[in-house]
T-cell receptor, first 116, second 117 residues
Framework: DSGVTQTPKHLITATGQRVTLRCSPRSGDLSVYWYQQSLDQGLQFLIHYYNGEERAKGNILERFSAQQFPDLHSELNLSSLELGDSALYFC???????????????FGEGSWLTVV | GESVGLHLPTLSVQEGDNSIINCAYSNSASDYFIWYKQESGKGPQFIIDIRSNMDKRQGQRVTVLLNKTVKHLSLQIAATQPGDSAVYFCAESNYIRLIQGAQKLVFGQGTRLTINP
């Protein structure tokens, strides 16, 4: 158990709909990252938040948005969903230590989104 | 641009043998590398990391080797077991970004390791 919690684990929705994925980082971790993994594909970086502030943005679609709340949990909002958005969405978190081990990124088990 | 690639998409080894998974990176600014293991339907699991001031780092049954000259790293798994079957990803980042709380990991496509009995 990595300590990173994601909900829901599975979600099926129709095209055009909007969903929200939730992530609770490991206790004490300030950074939250979102990654997308399509079938048999690698992990594509979407966005990174640090202590409530957006720090880096990857290839995230304009239909997608995220935020990190004061209690450090994060939500990824996916709107106007398309079939191609079906994927595993992972949240990861890391601490603020200056040593590499303190900043190692740990992943949650993912939210499997199916758009039909 | 940044890219981290893997030499082989699949690797099949006999149970008990040693496995070597390779990874190449192209970003000269990368100085921190991580190996993850991803089992089917699960999230990537941290295995081992290494900074560029080291050439080798050992964990439990795993060793990571870093060759900065040719921008290559490898993951060696000793005495491979059935439970080692998974997709293995290497990822890279930059230590300065790490300190600034702006760490970004770039992942390769992954190598699928299968174990033959």
């Amino acid at each position: 158990d990595s300590g990173v919690t994601q909900t829901p684990k599975h979600l099926i929705t129709a095209t055009g709909q909007r969903v929200t994925l939730r992530c609770s980082p490991r206790s004490g971790d300030l950074s939250v990252y979102w990654y997308q993994q399509s079938l048999d594909q690698g992990l594509q970086f979407l966005i990174h938040y640090y202590n409530g502030e957006e720090r880096a943005k990857g290839n995230i679609l304009e239909r997608f948005s995220a935020q990190q709340f004061p209690d450090l949990h994060s939500e990824l909002n996916l709107s106007s969903l398309e079939l191609g958005d079906s994927a595993l969405y992972f949240c990861a978190s890391s601490g603020k230590g200056v040593l590499p081990s303190g900043n190692t990124i740990y992943f949650g088990e993912g939210s499997w989104l199916t758009v039909v | 641009g940044e890219s981290v690639g893997l030499h082989l998409p699949t690797l099949s080894v006999q149970e008990g043998d040693n496995s070597i998974i390779n990874c190449a990176y192209s970003n000269s600014a990368s100085d921190y590398f991580i190996w993850y293991k991803q089992e089917s339907g699960k999230g990537p699991q941290f295995i081992i990391d290494i900074r560029s001031n080291m050439d080798k780092r050992q964990g439990q049954r795993v060793t990571v080797l870093l060759n900065k000259t040719v921008k290559h790293l490898s993951l060696q798994i000793a005495a491979t077991q059935p439970g080692d079957s998974a997709v293995y990803f290497c990822a890279e980042s930059n230590y300065i970004r790490l300190i600034q709380g702006a760490q970004k990991l770039v992942f390769g496509q992954g190598t699928r390791l299968t174990i033959n009995p």
